[in-house]
Each structure stands twice: as structure tokens, then as C-alpha cells.
């Protein structure tokens, strides 16, 4: 599973729609759902195995190999991003025994706090390294929003077929 994991995040960095200077890809929707179907260790085991794929140079960051490589790549523009899908992994895949997690809204408040820790970090990381005195929430953030909100809301109405697919995979 971690290894499917890793492949899915992968890939789903190449399916993206290119922004300057953080592309949008579909990581975080994998990042989410890897921690609401596994749970937070499977989660986080999966994206570490991931970051560190990119961190010794294999191309399964979003814009390598074009853009560079390995350490080069991940300390870029989306380093914040990449650390944050760790703790958005671990949020949303915390609490996946919860049995009294049964209202959308619960669900979807749950993924919303589990993807800022993404945003999060990646602003800040994006103001240390180009400067606070650009338009920080406009360049990282902003293009993103509405598309994040379609991932999280599709996510929230797949939350139940998730577990059970779980209940009958995992019994």
C-alpha cells in the first residue's frame, strides 16, 4: 500500500495545469485520500516515501525533470507545499476509526484542516524564499482555491464508498 501510495502521488504530480510559481496537480487530493482510506500511517509512510524518491532524484516531483532534480528541486518554490502534505497525510488519516464520523460536514471540516497545514506551509516557505514583500497569498494560494474546494467536496461525498471498500478489503 505504501508503495501504490507513492506511485499515486507520482503520477498524480504529472497530471497537472501549469501556474507560476506552484503548479496545480492533483497531490493533494491523493494526499488526502491516501490518509481517510489507510489511515495515518500507511498516509504518512507513502508521502515519506515519496518525498524521499524525490529527494534522491527519481522525477516524481510535478515539474521534474524540467525544472531540476532531487534536493535542488524539493528546496524550490514547493518545499512548503511537499512538508505539508506530511501533516495533511497524518490529520486526515487520524481519525479513520472515529465511528461517530457520519455527517459530510464533519467529514469535509476534517479535510479542509488537513489540507491548510498544506497552504500553510507552502506560503510561508513561498515568503521566505521570494520574498514577503510579493503578493505571497496571490501567487501561492489564491489560483488554487477553487479547485481545492472541488477536491475536498468530492472527497467528502466519496468519504463513505472509501469505507466501505476498506470494510471489505481490510476485514
Not at 499515486?8 to 487530493?29: C, E, H, N, R, W
Not at 497545514?117 to 477553487?146: E, S, T
Amino acid at each position: 500500500l505504501i508503495i501504490f501510495g507513492s506511485i499515486a502521488l507520482t503520477i498524480s504530480a504529472k497530471v497537472k495545469i501549469p501556474f507560476y510559481p506552484v503548479p496545480m496537480t492533483m497531490q493533494t487530493f491523493v494526499v488526502l485520500l491516501l490518509g481517510l482510506s489507510f489511515g495515518y500511517k500507511i498516509g504518512l509512510s507513502a508521502v515519506g516515501l515519496y518525498l524521499l524518491e524525490g529527494i534522491a532524484g527519481l522525477p516524481v516531483f510535478s515539474n521534474s525533470p524540467e525544472r531540476g532534480i532531487g534536493i535542488v528541486y524539493f528546496t524550490g518554490p514547493t518545499m512548503g507545499y511537499l512538508i505539508g502534505f506530511i501533516l495533511a497525510a497524518y490529520f486526515a488519516g487520524s481519525q479513520k476509526k472515529l465511528k461517530n464520523e457520519n455527517t459530510y460536514l464533519h467529514i469535509f471540516l476534517r479535510l479542509l484542516f488537513s489540507v491548510s497545514f498544506i497552504y500553510i506551509l507552502g506560503l510561508f516557505w513561498l515568503g521566505l524564499l521570494i520574498g514577503w514583500d510579493k503578493p505571497i497569498f496571490k501567487l501561492g494560494a489564491q489560483p488554487f482555491l477553487l479547485a481545492e474546494l472541488f477536491k475536498l467536496v468530492l472527497l467528502t461525498i466519496l468519504y463513505p464508498f472509501i469505507v466501505k471498500l476498506n470494510t471489505k478489503l481490510f476485514r
